[in-house]
Structure formats: C-alpha cells, structure tokens
C-alpha cells in the first residue's frame, strides 16, 4: 500500500505547476478526501478476511456435520452487529452483519460445491455470474481439508488508480484489472444473513450473492465442550476448566457427566469421576450442571483437576469428558493440561535477572533458554527456591557446578527439586553438589553424569536413572545418605569408582542386563543388602563392595572371568558365596574380615588363593557333612595368612591338591581347627602356618623338607606328630613350642635320624 506516496506525489505535483489559494485548499480537501477512503478500504479487507475464515468455517462444519450449539448476538455501542456461533465439534466463529454498498464493484467471495463433492472458492465481480476462483496453475482452491486455503482481498495501486487484489494477484474481469469504485458493501454474507429462527431445526447462512446459503442444523443431541481448546495451565489455585453447555440442554436430556485424565503416554494413568489424586495419578471432579427454570445455567458445569506429585511442567496430560444422553448416547471432548503451582516465566540465555526479580520466589518454572549467567543468578539471589523446574528450557548440558554449593557453610538448604528437560545429554561435575534439601531427581535423557554430580545431596531420596545413560562417572552419588534404592539401566556401559561412598541406606542396587563394566570400588562403602551381576558384566575389579557392611548376599554367573583383590574386604554380613566357574584365582583379601561368611563352595578349576583371602572370616567353617573344608584339586598355591583366624574352622582336607608350599600364617590362630589333611606332594611349611591351631596330631608327607620357625608354636593339644619324610626335614625357632613337649611324640621312619628335632618332643618313635 503507498497511500502516503500518492498523497505526497499529488502535492508535489500542485507545487510544481503553480495555483491559487482557493485551489490550493480544494486539493488538501482532495488528499483528506483520499486518505479517508484508502484507511476506510483497509479497515473493509480486513474485516472481509475475518469473514472469509468464518465462512471456511461453516463450510468446515458442514463437512464435518457438526451441529450449532449456540448463536450469540454481538453488541457494539448498543448496536447489533452481528454474532457468535458456538459449535459442538468445532471451534466458535464470528460473523459481522453484512452491508449494502452502492454504485461500487466490490469483489464478493463465496463458496460453491462442485461436482466432486468438495467445496470451492468463487469470486464474483459486478453483475457477472461467480467464476471458480483459480491458483496460479489454473486449479479450483479447496475451501477445507488437506489443500484447504482462505483468500485474502487487498487493494494496492496501479498508475494513481487503486484495483482488488486477491492473494496478492491483481483482480481480473476479462482480462483487466477490477478498479476499486463507488461505495464497499458486502464481500461474504448478505445483510442479516444469520436466520435461526425461521427453523427450529437448522441455523441458514446466506451469502453476499443473496442465493447461497449453507444450512446447518441446530444440535439435535446432547453436547459439552470447553470455551477454548488451548492448553490450559492448572496450578493450586487455578484448577477449574468450566464445561460449554447446549442453551437448550434440560436436566432431563442427560443421564451421566463424566471426566478422566490421562497422562502424555496414556499408559496407567486414567481416573474416573469423583476420584482422589495419588503421588502416581491425576484426580478430576466433576460439578454437574445446575438448571434454574428449566434452563441451564450457564457456566455452573465445571471439573476441578489435581495433579499428581512431581509432575513437570513439560509433562501434557489430556483431560476428557463425556455427557451421555437420555438414549445412552455419549459426546466426548478433550483437553490438554499442563500443571505447575509456581511463577512461569519465558526467558533467554542470561537474561534471567531481568525476568525474576523477586528473591522470595519458592517455585520457578523456566520456559525458553539459560547460560552460565542464569545459575549463577539462580545460585546467588533465589536463596528462597524450592522447585526448579527447567523442562520447557532448551538445556543440553547442566553445567559443572551449575547449581553446586562448594562448602559445607554454603550449602543449599532449601531447593527439594530440580526437573530437567529432555534435551538434557550430560549432567556435569558437581552439578548438584551439596544440595542438601533435594529430594528427587529424574536424569532423564542425560548419556553422562559427572563425577561428584550429587555428593552430599543428603536428602536425595530417589534417583531415575534414563535409559540412555551410557557412563556414570567418580563418586556421582558419594553421601547421599537418604538414598534408598537405584536401578541402573541396561544403556550402562561403565560405573565410576567410590560411585556410592557414604550412601549408608542405599539397600537395593539393581544392575540391569546390558551393564557391562564396573570401575575398582564402585560400591565401596554403600548399605546394600543384596545384589544380582548381570550376565553382560564379566569381570569384578578390586575394592568394588569393599566396606559393604550390610551385604548379605550376591548372585554371580559362571561368565565371571575375573574378581579383583579385597572385593569384599569388611563386607560384615556376607553369609554365603559360590565361586564362579570362570574364576581361577581367589585373590588377595578378597574375603578378608567376612565376619559373618560361613561357607564358601569351591569349583574345581581354582588355581590359586591368595593372601589373606579369607583372613579373619571368624565364623567360616566346613561342609555341613562332615565339617572339612576341601580345597579344590585343581589348587596349586596358596598365599601367606590365606585363612588366617578363620575362628569356625574344624577340619581342613588339602589332600588332592597339587599345593606343595603352606603359607607363612596359612591357618594361623584358627582356634578350632583339630584336623588338618596336608597335601600329599607337599615340600615345605612355613613360619607360623598353624600356630595356636588345637590339632592333637598331624601326619607331615614324605616330601617335605622344611618346616618353618613357630609353625606349630602355641599348639598345646598337639601330642602325635607323624612324619613320613625319610629325611628329617629342617626346622626353624620353636618350631614346636618347647613349652608344650611334655607328653609329645613324633613318629618317624625307622631308618631315619632326627635327633634335631629331639628338643622338641618327649619321645621319638618309629612308625
């Protein structure tokens, strides 16, 4: 539109060519004149394309053979000038009362249905008969569905004349251009073209042309509906949706009036009339209609919704409700709802500050995009919050330290919640760090969590792991005390160390199929009871369960290749194990100070039991049957202290293994143990191996040569020593302790000499 350089151009023109003063004045008028009307023509199409979308409208509702539940006459200055029309499926619409124009060519646009069946646009210019009106291709132009468009009438200038333009192409008749003439009247429907009330069954729109009409039938049945379909945001204090009713409706034209609300995945989540909410599901209650005379009173039907606990703000449920007749007929609308009892604000990167300005907000929900600034902002200055909800932002990262409190008299005592959008890929070091008051916390869709992510969340009381998390890095969850329970996804590859450290409560860890490698320490220090490997993890570091004080048992498969030295190392309560098969070597400490560990089955495909592997496993004892400890036969080295003060112990058979080495301190302190079967190709014995053991005999094989200092020392019971050994073997210090030789015999072969051993036994005897 260039009405101001038409004016502006006419001016300069007169300036240009000279006049009087009285025709000076005439031409000012003039250009008033033009301005005027040109505004007046504007105002004329943008009303006309409003009417065009009602009339696309109408043509929607008729395909759709939707009823009218509703005309609303509009007042304007006193003045009816035209109405509302409220349907039961649709949307309402708005039509203008038309006018007449006269002495003008005013471009009139309707609708006609062709033989296909579908409607079409027509355009109509003085007293011609309606064309189709054509796209740039030549082709009619749906009024509705997937090629569905409204026209829209401009008027724009030509060579100082104004012409109709339709869709931005200049109007035609034969070929020439439409000028804009004589006084605008009605481009879409005929004056007083609404007339509900000649028939009581159908609502007639008649069109400019004054021949059309598109008929549509009053609702016939009972309908409900909302006064808008956009989402709507609940909260506490703003939870009532109030229900559309027919003017018509009578208290006996229904029967029942029934809501339920689904969460977005519409899974579990449906409640019916009248119900209660749970920390799981929505709630809705429904107010029936009220009728006062006989009639409906408008706006009395309502359902109040209330929201489960946690829900976030990008979480869309859709709330339905169904009338059903007299005839058990039912009508059913939807609606989508979002819930949040807070302040919302739409913000961009580091323009928080300007958005929030009140310090003493407790719930935020954030809309849009956030940088470092923001968490700072939030850090500093909303000392107050306690629910964070982030999950309509744009976040791919939460930021090391985003909203981590460095030092004990920083931390934060106030935030319980934080949500997190789903475009969130990585949770940073320390990102939660000593939140002191959060509660939850969903990872969601986040591939990484950092090292100390939420050290020292002490209140963190539950912890959703997503199913895309691939690495859980050093000490993600080191002190957090509350925590009770964790499942790690199958989408794991890899477990940090010290992963747990100080959650004293966490009882139950479940390590979903898929997890594949665990880091040395991983569950070091944590409360849990019990715990099942996954077929997909094959080896056990070093450390991992150390310090487990409540684990009591753990469920291992026969895959498992490798278990690291000090597994589990004070692991106090553990009662049983079974080695499994894949395992050739019970490495260092592995069991040490199991007070509680009972027994323990062997496979025969053990190699070696390291130092102090079960050391100090006070309770550790034999095969119920029996009471021996058998060591498999596959064994061929056993480490220093490798059952050291096994308290429990009775009897031990190390006959059929290949062992030709006892330890230093192999059975040391074993205070119970009273039978003892060496190995038959055993060579030597060393220093402290059975001290203090209460055997009253043991047979040393023919092939041992040495037998070290205090090997037997503090043996009192000790009275028969049978050695096979054609040689006396060497002996260290006390390897018998001379203070207990009173009553001790050694029986040996008759051609053999040990008269070294003679201060240590009150007689020596062949065999």
């Known amino acids: 539109m260039r009405r101001n350089s038409l004016c502006l151009m006419l001016l300069f023109v007169v300036?240009?060519?000279?006049?009087?003063?009285?025709?000076?004045?005439?031409?000012?008028?003039?250009?008033?004149?033009?301005?005027?009307?040109?505004?007046?023509?504007?105002?004329?199409?943008?009303?006309?394309?409003?009417?065009?979308?009602?009339?696309?409208?109408?043509?929607?509702?008729?395909?759709?053979?939707?009823?009218?539940?509703?005309?609303?006459?509009?007042?304007?200055?006193?003045?009816?000038?035209?109405?509302?029309?409220?349907?039961?499926?649709?949307?309402?619409?708005?039509?203008?009362?038309?006018?007449?124009?006269?002495?003008?060519?005013?471009?009139?646009?309707?609708?006609?249905?062709?033989?296909?069946?579908?409607?079409?646009?027509?355009?109509?210019?003085?007293?011609?008969?309606?064309?189709?009106?054509?796209?740039?291709?030549?082709?009619?132009?749906?009024?509705?569905?997937?090629?569905?468009?409204?026209?829209?009438?401009?008027?724009?200038?030509?060579?100082?004349?104004?012409?109709?333009k339709i869709d931005g192409e200049w109007l035609l008749d034969n070929g020439k251009k439409v000028p804009v003439t004589g006084e605008q009247g009605d481009a879409i429907f005929a004056e007083n073209g609404i007339d509900y009330t000649t028939d009581s069954a159908n609502v007639i729109f008649t069109l400019a042309d004054g021949t059309t009409k598109i008929t549509l039938p009053k609702s016939s049945f009972v309908t409900v509906g909302f006064d808008s379909y956009e989402i709507f945001y609940a909260s506490a204090t703003n939870n009532e949706i109030t229900l559309m009713l027919p003017f018509t409706l009578k208290e006996e034209d229904y029967t029942t009036l029934a809501a339920t609300v689904t969460n977005e995945s519409g899974t579990g989540m449906d409640v019916k009339t009248r119900s209660a909410t749970t920390q799981e599901i929505w709630g809705v209650q429904?107010?029936?209609?009220?009728?006062?005379?006989?009639?409906?009173?408008?706006?009395?039907?309502?359902?109040?919704?209330?929201?489960?606990?946690?829900?976030?703000?990008?979480?869309?449920?859709?709330?339905?409700?169904?009338?059903?007749?007299?005839?058990?007929?039912?009508?059913?609308?939807?609606?989508?709802?979002?819930?949040?009892?807070?302040?919302?604000?739409?913000?961009?990167?580091?323009?928080?500050?300007?958005?929030?300005?009140?310090?003493?907000?407790?719930?935020?929900a954030i809309k849009g995009s956030m940088n470092a600034d923001d968490f700072t902002y939030i850090r500093q200055s909303l000392n107050?919050?306690?629910?964070?909800?982030?999950?309509?932002?744009?976040?791919?990262?939460?930021?090391?330290?985003?909203?981590?409190?460095?030092?004990?008299?920083?931390?934060?005592?106030?935030?319980?919640?934080?949500?997190?959008?789903?475009?969130?890929?990585?949770?940073?070091?320390?990102?939660?760090?000593?939140?002191?008051?959060?509660?939850?916390?969903?990872?969601?869709?986040?591939?990484?969590?950092?090292?100390?992510?939420?050290?020292?969340?002490?209140?963190?009381?539950?912890?959703?792991?997503?199913?895309?998390?691939?690495?859980?890095?050093?000490?993600?969850?080191?002190?957090?005390?509350?925590?009770?329970?964790?499942?790690?996804?199958?989408?794991?590859?890899?477990?940090?160390?010290?992963?747990?450290?100080?959650c004293e409560n966490l009882e139950t860890i479940t390590l979903n199929e898929g997890v594949r490698n665990l880091s040395p320490s991983t569950f070091y220090g944590c409360g849990i009871r019990s715990i099942s490997i996954p077929s997909t993890v094959t080896e056990i570091p070093d450390w991992v369960f150390q310090e487990c004080h409540n684990l009591e048992h753990i469920t291992l498969h026969d895959g498992i290749t490798s278990i690291g030295e000090a597994v589990f190392l004070r692991c106090y309560s553990l009662k049983d194990f079974r080695i499994p098969k894949g395992v050739t070597v019970i490495r260092n400490n592995m069991f040490d100070e199991c007070q509680s560990l009972q027994r323990v089955t062997f496979h025969n495909g053990?190699?070696?039991?390291?130092?102090?592997?079960?050391?100090?496993?006070?309770?550790?004892?034999?095969?119920?049957?029996?009471?021996?400890?058998?060591?498999?036969?596959?064994?061929?080295?056993?480490?220093?202290?490798?059952?050291?003060?096994?308290?429990?112990?009775?009897a031990v058979d190390m006959s059929e293994t290949a062992v030709t080495a006892i330890p230093e301190y192999l059975f040391a302190h074993c205070e119970k143990l009273s039978a003892i079967t060496l190995p038959n190709n055993l060579q030597t014995i060393g220093e402290w191996a059975f001290t203090v053991c209460p055997m009253i005999a043991i047979t040393l094989p023919a092939s041992v040569t040495s037998v070290g200092s205090y090997a037997f020392w503090q043996c009192a019971q000790l009275k028969y020593v049978y050695s096979n050994a054609p040689t006396a073997p060497t002996i260290g210090v006390q390897t018998f302790d001379p203070e207990c030789k009173t009553g001790r015999t050694v029986y040996i072969p008759s051609t053999a000499n040990y008269a070294s051993w003679i201060s240590y036994f009150d007689s020596i005897r062949n065999l």
């Open 15 to 164: 300036m240009a060519i000279g006049c009087d003063d009285g025709e000076l004045v005439q031409l000012q008028r003039d250009v008033k004149d033009l301005q005027s009307r040109v505004t007046t023509l504007e105002t004329w199409c943008n009303t006309a394309n409003t009417q065009i979308c009602a009339l696309q409208g109408l043509v929607t509702a008729l395909e759709q053979k939707d009823f009218v539940t509703g005309v609303t006459p509009i007042v304007e200055n006193s003045k009816e000038v035209g109405y509302t029309i409220s349907f039961s499926k649709s949307g309402p619409i708005t039509i203008r009362h038309g006018e007449k124009g006269t002495d003008g060519i005013t471009p009139v646009i309707g609708v006609k249905q062709d033989t296909d069946g579908n409607y079409y646009w027509t355009v109509k210019t003085g007293d011609a008969a309606p064309d189709w009106m054509l796209d740039v291709s030549g082709n009619k132009i749906s009024t509705t569905g997937a090629d569905g468009h409204s026209p829209v009438i401009s008027i724009a200038e030509f060579e100082e004349c104004f012409y109709w």
């Open 606 to 650: 053990i190699t070696e039991i390291q130092e102090r592997a079960f050391g100090y496993c006070i309770n550790l004892a034999g095969d119920p049957v029996g009471g021996y400890l058998t060591l498999p036969s596959s064994l061929t080295t056993l480490d220093n202290g490798a059952f050291q003060n096994c308290n429990s112990l009775l």
């Open 384 to 502: 107050a919050l306690e629910v964070l909800d982030l999950s309509m932002t744009d976040l791919a990262v939460m930021p090391n330290r985003g909203l981590a409190f460095n030092k004990p008299l920083s931390a934060n005592t106030t935030l319980k919640r934080v949500v997190l959008p789903a475009t969130v890929t990585a949770i940073e070091e320390a990102a939660f760090a000593n939140c002191r008051a959060l509660e939850t916390m969903d990872t969601e869709n986040a591939q990484s969590i950092g090292r100390w992510a939420f050290e020292n969340c002490i209140s963190l009381r539950n912890v959703h792991i997503g199913e895309k998390t691939e690495n859980i890095y050093n000490s993600a969850f080191m002190n957090c005390t509350a925590l009770a329970t964790v499942n790690i996804p199958g989408s794991v590859q890899t477990l940090g160390r010290w992963l747990f450290e100080g």
């Open 286 to 364: 429904v107010t029936k209609p009220s009728f006062a005379e006989g009639a409906v009173v408008t706006g009395s039907a309502k359902v109040t919704l209330t929201a489960p606990a946690n829900i976030k703000l990008s979480a869309t449920a859709l709330l339905k409700v169904t009338i059903t007749d007299k005839n058990g007929k039912d009508f059913t609308v939807t609606r989508p709802v979002k819930y949040f009892d807070g302040l919302i604000v739409e913000s961009t990167a580091g323009n928080l500050s300007t958005e929030v300005t009140d310090g003493s907000v407790r719930k935020l």
